[in-house]
């Protein structure tokens, strides 16, 4: 079956665990999710942060330039990640 759509993110406040949903899918599984929240670091629910832990996956939150960079930084050292970003 086809994974469902994940419900378009156009603040921070759209990140949840239904939205992040997709990169739980991949395969192979990422170890390090990262997250641009725009211009600045925002805080994201705990509860969410808690949910992909669970599901073996480390979340880093970033202002979107500073994700970009750390992205660049794990891809090259061959981590394997995944980067959710928000335009700032």
């Not at 395969?27 to 669970?54: N, S, Y």
């Not at 996956?57 to 660049?72: G, K, L, M, P, R």
């Not at 090259?76 to 335009?87: K, S, T, Y």
């Amino acid at each position: 079956s086809t994974p469902a759509v994940s419900p378009q993110v156009g603040s921070h406040r759209d990140i949840s665990h239904e939205s992040l949903s997709l990169f739980r899918l991949l395969e192979p599984q990422i170890e390090i999710l990262v997250l641009g929240t725009g211009d600045k670091v925002e805080r994201l629910h705990p509860a969410t942060l808690k949910q992909m832990r669970e599901c073996g996956i480390a979340v880093e939150v970033q202002d979107t330039a500073n994700a970009c960079a750390t992205f660049n930084f794990l891809m090259n050292e061959r981590r394997i990640v995944a980067a959710g970003l928000i335009p700032p």
